[in-house]
């Protein structure tokens, strides 16, 4: 197997949405109405320069290599759909191209991030449309949907990458990824590799159990709290035996979708692939 | 919209075999015993550098790096998932990125080929497992399982690969698109152009359509004309309201699969994405 450590990135976020049923969102069996799974696998065509940039060890700094990708993948799908994911497989991707993948490599590339990454970060938002919670007051000159605007703030504060992640790990799951030793991403891979069968059956088993675990942050941000509980507590009823495509239809036909899971499982097979899980 | 036509093609293959109902071929919707929806996409992934080298004008001979792109989808895939396809995307990546991708010029491209290219094309047979007709007597050194011991002939008898193609015409429908103006391929690009609604039903109906014009060659390989013909009528009456969905549960349980037609496809759809129809 000689995929380079980008096609391995690029391969995760085909195989997350090959994954069949990843209840509520866009899956190998399910399109939103304005969201199609086509559209997945054009993003993913469009991100390979960015991730190129990124398993560079010698290439631009994380933030502006994430953009790089965040542009591909929005002028190839014409809409958002992998941001969340790549944002997440940006300093792991970093870090697998330097040495062993470990939490702790991972976390150490995370800190070393730069007021430049963050610049690149903010940039990324110009490119897409992103739905995100509403910043703390004292942090709304850095609301992600002012884009390149907020970058005088970012210098004047002289914040990191890292240093916006942790400030965002109230509403945000990637950012708690981020900052918190990529915890559940790595649990995910540990799943995919535990399990046997087609990875994109263990990627499912793998989904339900991060959606049994935790309410899901974008549903959190797009219907509140209690709904986010709520799908929480039906994926733990999958999980224990009720089909789980009945709960993926309700959930497309609701339109929610638990979108940071869906990134989470990405950052979960990427892992599991360059640990040589095979396809 | 910035993809290059390296990406026009990888992005091609991935359409194809998430085009559904591909009647008798995986889909989104179907798996094969022994070749999953999955594999594609790792076999497309692994493709990118080939396609990169055909994109580009300066590179290396069309049959080298046609090569390049087998090696990089039997390593990705671990088995053979878009030969045909590939065989068919390389002269027209290569006709895209020098001017017009027309009939005339593709024609031209592919009869431009030399020895060196035949080299490639029966290197290629090396990184993997193919179903091929048994060649003429007179053709049996050149019987492509040989692989690169065929090379001696090839050069004593000054074949280039348009040659070879020219040979294999008989059973080889990727064989007769190169030598006959690229005709089926690129009349599936008219109609997905023409049709309208999400690139992966127009891409099912014009897959019907050259289902039913013509028996497919691999089908006729593996199972005979009678078959094949059979497959074609049936994919008529598709056209004509029977449901495609059955016939395609059918052919995939009966393990009759028309790869060539979906090669053809994934042609078409390289064209016309490079037209600009969207995803």
Partial sequence: MTRSIAQQAQLALLLEVAT????GNVDRRRDHDDLRFEQFLAGAVGVIDG???????????????????????SDSANTNTQFGGLLLLAPLVRTAVTGDLTQERATAVAESTTVTDAE????????????VADPPTD???LDVRRGADAIPTLRERELSLY???????????????????FERTFDAADAIERREGPITDRSAEAFLDLLAAEPDPFVAINHGDEVAETVRERAAAAQEGVD??????ELVADGINPGTTADILA?????ALCRGVEV
Same sequence: chains 1, 2.
């Fill in 120 to 131: 690149g970060f903010y940039r990324a938002f110009e490119h897409v449309e992103v739905a």
């Fill in 20 to 23: 069949t049923p990843t209840p």
């Fill in 139 to 141: 942090m709304d000159a």
């Fill in 244 to 249: 789980p495509e009945e709960l993926s239809d």
């Fill in 267 to 271: 950052g979960g097979i990427f892992i």
């Fill in 163 to 181: 240093d916006v992640m942790a400030r965002s790990t109230d509403r945000d799951g990637i950012a708690r990824e981020w900052t918190g030793g």
């Fill in 51 to 73: 991730l190129d940039a990124l398993a560079n060890p010698d290439g631009p700094p994380i933030g502006d290599a994430f953009e790089q990708a965040i542009e591909g993948m």
